[in-house]
């Protein structure tokens, strides 16, 4: 089944630690895009990619990393320097960077601060 | 930059009673999407709508797009518990059809058996 897969599924930190969030899609898809959702915030855009080795920052970049190296992966590191990081985080993917096609999502990952 | 706002933020309702979602953005949008994410899961592509005034049905569910393209909602006809979710529009800026999807903040429906 073609679908994108994040993991791990919950995730903690610890102060001053760099964590990664990992997202594969095997759906062929040239974009592909992480959000982080909070309680009663909606979606909002960290980074975003259009096509592999080039990503963009989006409304939340401080305090992340991302990397496209390989069309399937789109990591998410967050860095110490996010200082509020407790969020469900989830990728998304769309077949290009065109604004009518619709966004598949992973399952998400939960980050918790310990 | 562009707002989506929705409201409301949450509707609980008995079920068989009909539900409304409304979203409206600060600027003109090229289209709307809609998406529902259940309750632990993740959002789903429900449905898009692209010209001035479309309506789009799917079962119980009617989708419309504003005439001046900054409005939209999604209305559920009899709700069913299988209806409980979170339901989120999102819009591409108008005048390009290349660019992020700005989502509004979601309407969390409970349904009452």
């Known amino acids: 089944d073609g679908g994108i897969t994040q993991s791990p599924k919950y995730l903690f930190r610890k102060e001053g630690q760099n964590v990664t969030l990992s997202c594969e899609q095997n759906?062929?898809?040239?974009?592909m895009y992480w959000y982080r959702q909070d309680p009663g915030q909606g979606l909002r855009l960290i980074y975003y990619?259009?096509?592999?080795?080039?990503?963009q920052k989006g409304d939340i970049a401080e305090g992340y990393s991302v990397s496209r190296e390989k069309k399937e992966s789109f990591p998410l590191t967050v860095t110490s320097a996010q200082k509020n990081p407790t969020a469900f985080y989830l990728c998304?993917?769309?077949?290009?960077?065109?604004?009518?096609?619709?966004?598949?999502f992973g399952d998400g990952t939960r980050l918790s601060i310990l | 930059g562009q707002q989506v706002m929705q409201i409301p933020q949450y509707q609980h309702v008995q079920e068989g009673e009909d539900f409304t979602t409304y979203c409206n953005s600060s600027?003109?949008?090229?289209?709307i999407q809609w998406y529902k994410q259940r309750p632990g899961g993740h959002p789903v592509f429900l449905i898009q709508?692209?010209?001035?005034?479309e309506v789009k049905k799917q079962k119980r569910l009617t989708f419309q797009f504003g005439e001046a393209k900054k409005n939209s909602s999604l209305h559920i006809t009899a709700t069913q518990t299988t209806d409980v979710g979170t339901y989120f529009c999102?819009?591409?800026?108008?005048?390009?059809?290349?660019?992020?999807?700005?989502f509004g903040q979601g309407t969390i429906l409970t349904v009452h058996p």
């Open positions: 709508l692209v010209k001035s005034g």
């Open positions: 759906l062929n898809h040239d974009a």
């Open positions: 999102a819009g591409l800026a108008g005048g390009t059809s290349y660019g992020k999807l700005t």
């Open positions: 990619s259009q096509i592999v080795n080039d990503f």
């Open positions: 600027t003109t949008l090229s289209n």
């Open positions: 998304a993917s769309s077949l290009g960077w065109v604004g009518n096609q619709p966004q598949h």
